[in-house]
């Protein structure tokens, strides 16, 4: 399991309330629903850097032209989706 870093975010009261609506408070949901939107929204980062790239040196169609994966980012600064998270059963004490 991930070790988890807790981020306070401050949400404007309608906001706040819409957020209600789609994930309530109680249990995890609505961490669950935060963490996918961080996610989404980083990954659409990404996707717009990266077209960006491809604006500024699109790809060669020659077959002369290898590809060199030595540009490529580390695998630890790679945007992963969220695991979903795995309940436990709790034992039920016998009065």
């Keep these: 399991m991930f070790h988890m870093k807790q981020i306070l975010v401050q949400l404007h009261e309608p906001l706040?309330?819409?957020?209600?609506?789609?994930?309530p408070g109680r249990g995890r949901k609505r961490s669950q629903f935060i963490r996918q939107a961080i996610v989404r929204a980083l990954m659409?980062?990404?996707?717009?850097?990266?077209?960006?790239?491809y604006e500024r040196e699109p790809d060669r169609?020659?077959?002369?032209?290898?590809?060199?994966?030595e540009g490529?980012?580390?695998?630890?600064?790679?945007?992963?989706?969220?695991?979903p998270l795995r309940r436990t059963k709790?034992?039920?004490?016998?009065r």
């Design 72 to 83: 490529w980012a580390p695998e630890s600064e790679a945007i992963h989706p969220p695991q």
């Design 16 to 23: 706040a309330k819409l957020l209600d609506q789609v994930a």
């Design 90 to 94: 709790r034992k039920v004490r016998k």
């Design 44 to 53: 659409e980062v990404a996707e717009v850097q990266t077209r960006r790239a």
């Design 61 to 69: 169609d020659d077959d002369d032209w290898w590809f060199d994966a």
